[in-house]
T-cell receptor, first 116, second 111 residues
Framework: AQKVTQAQTEISVVEKEDVTLDCVYE???????LFWYKQPPSGELVFLIR??????QNEISGRYSWNFQKSTSSFNFTITASQVVDSAVYFC?????????????FGKGTKLSVKP | EADIYQTPRYLVIGTGKKITLECSQT?????MYWYQQDPGMELHLIHY???????EKGDLSSESTVSRIRTEHFPLTLESARPSHTSQYLC??????????FGPGTRLLVL
């Protein structure tokens, strides 16, 4: 069975702090995809990143970075020098098999509050 | 990035009413989805479609129904709304083998 666990329900930091959001997944498939989405208070989901199971290379995009480790089944997300605009709920998601067939399984989300 | 539109954004309605939540996308994506999300909780897939005339039930059982008569349009209907249907409903679409992009959502309150 596939499963996504985001153990941190809520995190509160002060602006300019670094923060890491944890994501642990379970799957028996060798081909799968991992995602991070951001949900600001307005409610829409904003796509941040997609990673496939064959690409363990870490990625950096501005203040965002992602650490994918198959050995620990984790796909953690770090925000460097956090800003108030980063306040949102962040969801990690998993899709098994070819992307054209698999549906997304979401974690419960981590609510990040960045205070000025 | 896809342009996905959902209307209404907010809806307050009485028990027993029939409602249709609209979802449209302008990118010609074949696959479309409906998710239900209770406040502060994860998203659950309730319906999806591979293309015109295709509809499938998702992981979470839902009393709603969907239709896909046109590629760009994927409405969700509740024949008789109940307070238990109060939730946020998010629509998404994707090209084949690509990432899902989400609409702004509809927040439904059934009194």
């Amino acid at each position: 069975a596939q499963k996504v666990t985001q153990a941190q329900t809520e995190i509160s930091v002060v602006e300019k702090e670094d923060v890491t959001l944890d994501c642990v997944y379970e799957t028996r498939d060798t081909t799968y995809y991992l995602f991070w989405y951001k949900q600001p208070p307005s409610g829409e989901l904003v796509f941040l990143i997609r990673r496939n199971s064959f690409d363990e290379q870490n990625e950096i995009s501005g203040r965002y970075s992602w650490n994918f480790q198959k050995s620990t089944s984790s796909f953690n997300f770090t925000i460097t020098a956090s800003q108030v605009v980063d306040s949102a709920v962040y969801f990690c998601a998993l899709s098994e098999g070819p992307l054209s067939q698999g549906n997304l399984i979401f974690g419960k989300g981590t609510k990040l509050s960045v205070k000025p | 990035e896809a342009d996905i539109y959902q209307t209404p954004r907010y809806l307050v309605i009485g028990t027993g009413k029939k409602i249709t939540l609209e979802c449209s996308q302008t990118m010609g994506h074949d696959k479309m989805y409906w998710y239900q999300q209770d406040p502060g909780m994860e998203l659950h897939l309730i319906h999806y479609s591979y293309g015109v005339n295709s509809t499938e039930k998702g992981d979470l059982s839902s009393e709603s129904t969907v239709s896909r008569i046109r590629t760009e349009h994927f409405p969700l209907t509740l024949e008789s709304a109940r307070p238990s249907h109060t939730s946020q409903y998010l629509c998404a679409s994707s090209p084949p083998g690509e990432t899902q992009y989400f609409g702004p959502g509809t927040r439904l309150l059934v009194l």
